[in-house]
């Protein structure tokens, strides 16, 4: 399988690549500086370098799609440094006998079991209202780098997904998955029953699960609309977690939304369920006012979450209180961003703080956060960005860090030069 798949995806690379018509994509540098504390009373600075490029080459109904970063510190000397990152190299074929999409290499996988990448190949077939899609391929190696996993028969995944709308208003799928992955052995320091420290190898076995999933919604537009989902975990016979999400539109400036998730687990500790239930209410086309409650119910056990805000065009304004088993917290939030002399300066701020605590008992501690900085587009396809970040706790005392960045999208129409 690995053979052919990559003996395909070279083919198809050439043949894109030789007759290309189109390239577009997005080129994007920062830098982010940080401080980092060895120990104690010493602590170093940072400034790590990220060069991104998203490059898709198409012709015609094919397209060589790609997404890689090269990361590396520019202070000082540091282990596995730099580092490439390659998110997505994969080839699509499109439209092929007016029903199918086939995708070759690496790529996203949406799922809420499963998310992320993988290495291999995915079929999406569509028919008037009927939907099914297909993938087979393996988790990537560690840190994303260039190359097929070794190990396939540990890390492999497969699945696959059947969605219809044939009911008016309704959709309603089907889907399963089956995730095989296994962790890199390493070296960690470990104490010896003389309690001397030595390094020993750490290897773990291959994980393995699989779920079976039924979705179904209904939406009537500007009116009302639910989804469900049911996951069914396959390996232990037992229900995984139900969701549930609904929203009523009905009642003039004033939106309700609902939420219900219970997760059942297969531990001693028993399942978990967790309810919201909040509007949102215009007041005028500037101004929006949110409000939410939430409750978590655990075994034997209680918690709690209030949510109040204000949207408007100018920025938000936010707050939010925990209460009961899984914590104790006050925070109050604004944010503000403003675009002047038609897009090229957009300045921004935002400034939060949280008086907090873990458990009952606990002592209260507080954290101050404060962001800003401006957005500077000259051009429509260039822009550049600025952000000073501040943070102070108990943990990170007047931290400061500073994120520079520059964007940059191109299109071209190689046909027409």
């Known amino acids: 399988m690995k053979k052919i798949i990559i003996s395909t995806g070279f083919l198809c690379l050439l043949f894109i690549t030789v007759n290309a018509q189109n390239i577009n994509g997005r080129f994007s540098s920062s830098v982010y500086s940080f401080e980092r504390y060895d120990t104690v009373n010493n602590s170093s600075s940072y400034w790590r370098a ?7 080459i198409n012709q015609s109904n094919y397209s060589l799609r790609s997404s890689f970063n090269y990361e590396g510190e520019l202070s ?34 949406f799922n809420s079991v499963a998310g992320g990448i993988f290495d291999g190949a995915t079929v999406d077939l569509k028919k008037d209202k009927y939907r099914f899609s297909a993938y087979y391929g393996a988790n990537v190696p560690a840190y994303q780098k260039f190359g097929i996993t070794k190990n396939w028969n540990d890390n492999f995944i497969l699945g696959g997904k059947f969605v219809t709308n044939a009911v008016e208003n309704f959709q309603f799928g089907l889907s399963y998955i089956d995730k095989n992955f296994q962790s890199d052995p390493y070296y960690a320091t470990r104490l010896d029953p003389q309690l001397n420290p030595i390094q020993v190898l750490i290897e773990s076995k291959s994980n393995q699960y699989q779920f079976a999933s039924a979705e179904a919604s209904y939406d009537l537009e500007n009116y009302f609309s639910i989804n469900t989902r049911f996951d069914y975990d396959l390996n232990f016979m037992q229900a995984s977690k139900f969701e549930l999400s609904g929203r009523y539109d009905q009642i003039d400036k004033l939106g309700i939304d609902v939420y219900y998730n219970s997760i059942f687990s297969v531990f001693d500790y028993g399942n978990t369920q967790d309810i ?13 006012i949110i409000g939410k409650v939430g409750n978590v119910t655990y075994k034997d056990a209680n918690s709690q979450t ?14 939010r209180k925990n209460l009961g088993y899984a914590g104790e917290m006050d ?27 873990l458990t009952e008992d606990s002592p209260r501690d507080n954290l101050t956060t404060l962001l800003a900085g401006f957005n500077v587009r000259p051009y429509r396809t260039l822009s550049f960005d600025v952000q000073g970040q501040f943070m102070n706790n108990k943990i990170y005392k007047n931290d400061f860090r500073l994120f520079l960045k520059l964007n940059y ?5 190689l046909n027409a030069m």
């Open 306 to 319: 209030i949510t109040l805000g204000l949207n408007s065009n100018y920025g938000s304004l936010s707050y």
């Open 331 to 357: 925070a109050i939030s604004i944010y503000t961003a403003y675009t002047f002399f038609n897009g090229y300066l957009t300045p921004s701020a935002g400034l939060s703080y949280t008086n907090y605590k």
């Open 409 to 413: 999208w191109f299109n071209t129409n």
């Open 76 to 109: 000082k000397d540091l282990q596995n440094d730099p580092r490439l990152r390659f998110y997505n190299l994969y080839l699509e074929a499109r439209n092929l006998l007016d029903i199918a999409t086939i995708k070759l290499g690496r790529q996203p996988l």
């Open 276 to 288: 919201e239930i909040g509007g949102d209410y215009a007041l005028n086309k500037i101004f929006t």
């Open 50 to 56: 990220f060069q991104m490029l998203s490059l898709n």
